[in-house]
């Protein structure tokens, strides 16, 4: 949570956002004060921070009220018409930016069941010990206790699950599966754990706070299977070591500097991947067509990214001009995939040992500052 919260992307707002919207939501439906209007404006920054967070919200909420309790509480004309008004800005917005041209492809059912072991897969692993607490109400039903775990308030309990449910509904379905596109509902898969915890565990404070402890400072709970194999982790320790380090591992943040440093402004450059941080934060001119890198052509300079070109790529007749008409440096810039990626398994936080340097190919009559 903590290394998508410090991204300049929209993981923080999505996550905002989200928050905001339950929170009007609930204060809709309890006749607060602006209510309607509260949802509306939280619904509406979520939907233009990111789309389809704000679609599965919109789903849920739908859900709830209809099935869940919220109908009691809310007019049907009254829920409807607002609902329609989200929908009509949000239908505009999509027509603005062709959010069609990001369909869905021809999913199967093997590509779906990919997707659901991927992100229960993120929960247990980074979020929250889903077997733990799945074995814990395991025991509480064979004891007959399973009624201690009700909920103080069924339709609060709903409404987290509702959203929770439609946004993993929303991510099976998806032709990519990143742990970022969870991030707007971890704070409420967090509530949801607490909650947990406390029903069960209240009365004996020792054992909460070392649980507590465990989930928040170690892997041992959520992948009790790295003892095994003796790579049990404390990531909140690495967490620490990377922002009191100046460590300079990121790729594309390499790349970045190695540019401003070396290429002149105005000057051309390919690359396969990275292209929009060059392009914001380098004064050169970056081929923006997706098939450009695979194109014989003549910019200043080459980035060659390791996992973003084909092997065979470097024996093509266009590698072979690049090879006769630059010059190739080495540099230590380590060659990672999605540069240092928040991605929890992914992430870097520390200097790697074992990855190639960037390779970039300046032409041999460019000249260089």
Request: with cysteine.
């Amino acid at each position: 949570f903590l290394l998508h919260m410090r991204q300049c992307r929209y993981y923080a707002p999505t996550v905002f956002f989200t928050l905001a919207s339950v929170w009007a939501y609930w204060r809709w439906l309890h006749r607060g004060r602006h209510g309607a209007w509260l949802w509306l404006v939280c619904m509406l920054g979520l939907f233009h921070t990111n789309w389809m967070p704000g679609l599965a919200l919109a789903i849920a909420m739908g859900g709830h009220w209809a099935f869940s309790g919220g109908r009691r509480r809310l007019a049907t004309r009254s829920f409807i018409t607002w609902m329609g008004v989200f929908a009509g800005f949000g239908l505009l917005w999509l027509a603005y930016t062709r959010g069609w041209e990001h369909g869905l492809p021809g999913l199967t059912f093997a590509q779906i069941r990919h997707n659901l072991e991927f992100y229960l897969k993120m929960v247990n692993s980074h979020v929250i010990p889903v077997w733990l607490l799945s074995a814990a109400a395991v025991v509480q039903w064979r004891r007959g206790r399973l009624r201690s775990l009700r909920p103080y308030d069924p339709l609060a309990v709903r409404l987290v699950a509702w959203t929770c449910g439609a946004t993993l509904l929303a991510l099976l379905l998806g032709r990519q599966h990143f742990f970022r596109y969870l991030i707007g509902v971890l704070p409420l898969l967090y509530l949801i754990a607490a909650w947990v915890l406390v029903r069960w565990w209240a009365h004996r404070p020792v054992v909460l706070a070392t649980v507590v402890g465990l989930i928040m400072t170690t892997d041992l709970l959520h992948r009790p299977d790295h003892l095994l194999i003796g790579q049990p982790r404390v990531p909140l320790a690495d967490y620490l070591y990377e922002v009191t380090h100046d460590a300079h591992h990121d790729s594309t943040k390499g790349i970045v500097t190695f540019l401003n440093t070396h290429a002149r402004p105005g000057q051309t450059v390919q690359i396969p991947y990275s292209k929009a941080p060059v392009v914001f934060y380098t004064p050169l001119r970056v081929d923006m067509d997706p098939a450009a890198f695979s194109k014989q052509g003549t910019p200043d300079w080459i980035v060659f990214q390791r996992d973003w070109v084909a092997s065979q790529s470097y024996q093509s007749p266009a590698f072979a001009s690049v090879s006769a008409q630059y010059e190739p440096i080495h540099t230590a810039i380590p060659d990672h995939l999605w540069g240092n990626t928040p991605d929890p398994y992914l992430h870097l936080f520390r200097p790697p040992a074992d990855l190639p340097g960037v390779v970039i190919y300046r032409k041999r009559d460019t000249p260089v500052l």
